[in-house]
């Protein structure tokens, strides 16, 4: 993968060198990356690099301390557009774990109001996952995102703005696991559908997470999301006991549904965010709950942040039985949960070098019944320097 990767790059490079002697003038220069940018504007190719080196300290409870540096994300970005500036392509390789492709999509602007995505993107379904990953005011997302969150996936997404306060989404990807979203192939017949729909109430909502410009009028968006996954075998293939509950194993899998806000004023922010997943197939539901808040005590450079997020699995199967929340890390087969709510706490410190692009960031976190195990708790300690050029 890496090698093939570093022959698309070199490709790249060797085709807008040609570009000049097709008749085309280049600009090239860096503005939140290097690029290069026809002289009529039609046709534009950056590069960025992000990378996110990270140490953690993990004080646990029921088994051995753990601590390591590691790199949280080390990420190539090509990005642009061709024959319009309303066409553009996106593609990301991510290195931390081996080289492979994270996202790769085109996006299609015909109108404001209608706009299509095509190919292998980020689903957003909550507050959270709106903002970019390196724009958070904590270290990582919240336990909610990660135990209902659907992540990439290969699919279709049309949005737009018919009003200017509200837009709308409407996605079909493969849904159906982590498998299909990796190997763009569909493991069933069944597709994931869903819709979201956002309204800015007041101002306008940003790509990163809290204030950082200090706003001098208040900013306030509300937004909704429901999908349904026909195919989610991943969620229920370890249950055994579809026959001793008289439940019919072949009904459709999962919907999830989320309903988040978040508000914005003079260096404090606030996000809030309901979100529930329920399984057709064993007619469980797990609900979750976040708060997260951030002021700038220096503004632009300084911020303090917390959250609080808790996962409620249902009892005694969690409609979402495999995310690593509810259940052990190094549970044995079978074993899914016990359905004890899961909650997390914390708090951290950044310092904003050159805004979301440059910065450090400390927090501390308590973890309780890890895994679903009742009074088994999790501290942590996580520093983590966010480096994008």
Same mark, same amino acid.
């Given at each position: ?8 790059? /070199?490709?790249?490079?060797?085709? %807008? @060198?040609?570009? *000049? ?32 080196? /990270? ?14 540096? %590691? ?34 999509? #085109?996006? #299609? ?51 737009? @703005? !018919? ?19 990796? %190997? +763009? ?31 001098? @009028?208040? =900013? ?10 026909? +195919? ?17 194993? #072949? ?36 609900? +979750? ?9 220096? *503004? ?19 409609? #979402? ?6 259940? !052990? ?20 410190? =950044? ?39």
């Amino acid at each position: 993968m890496l090698i093939r990767t570093v022959r698309s790059v /070199l490709l790249i490079i060797f085709v %807008t @060198s040609l570009i *000049p002697h097709l008749g085309y003038a280049l600009d090239a220069g860096y503005e939140r990356g290097f690029y290069l940018l026809s002289d009529d504007k039609n046709y534009k190719f950056q590069f960025n690099i992000r990378a996110q080196p /990270l140490h953690e300290f993990v004080s646990k409870e029921s088994s051995i301390d753990e601590n390591s540096f %590691t790199l949280a994300l080390l990420r190539t970005y090509f990005t642009g557009h061709g024959i319009s500036p309303k066409y553009q392509y996106f593609l990301s390789v991510e290195f931390s774990k081996g080289a492979g492709m994270n996202e790769g999509y #085109l996006n #299609l602007a015909f109108t404001d109001y209608f706009k299509v995505i095509a190919g292998r993107y980020f689903i957003p379904i909550n507050r959270e996952d709106v903002f970019v990953n390196t724009g958070l005011q904590l270290v990582d997302v919240s336990i909610v995102s990660d135990h209902f969150g659907v992540n990439e996936d290969y699919g279709m997404e049309i949005y737009g @703005s !018919p009003l200017d306060p509200l837009t709308y989404y409407l996605f079909v990807a493969n849904g159906g696991g982590e498998k299909a979203a990796t %190997t +763009g192939k569909n493991q069933n017949k069944d597709l994931l559908v869903g819709t979201r729909l956002e309204y800015n109430i007041l101002g306008e909502q940003f790509e990163y997470q809290g204030d950082p410009e200090i706003s001098k @009028s208040p =900013n306030l968006g509300i937004a909704g999301t429901i999908l349904y996954d026909f +195919g989610a075998d991943q969620e229920t293939q370890d249950f055994e006991d579809f026959r001793t509950q008289q439940i019919d194993p #072949l009904e459709p899998a999962l919907v999830r549904g989320d309903i988040d806000s978040g508000f914005s004023w003079y260096g404090f922010s606030l996000i809030g965010q309901w979100q529930y997943a329920y399984n057709t197939r064993v007619r469980t539901i797990d609900h +979750g709950l976040t708060a997260q808040t951030g002021f700038y005590v220096v *503004p632009k450079r300084i911020e303090i942040a917390g959250r609080w997020s808790s996962v409620f699995p249902d009892f005694p199967f969690p409609a #979402l039985a495999n995310t690593g929340i509810t259940a !052990p890390d190094d549970e044995e087969e079978g074993e899914l949960g016990t359905g004890m709510p899961v909650h997390e706490w914390v708090t951290g410190l =950044n310092s904003y070098f050159r805004g979301h692009d440059l910065k450090l960031q400390i927090d501390y976190s308590q973890i309780l019944n890890v895994g679903g195990a009742r009074n088994i708790n999790d501290q942590r300690v996580r520093t983590q320097l966010t480096f994008v050029f």
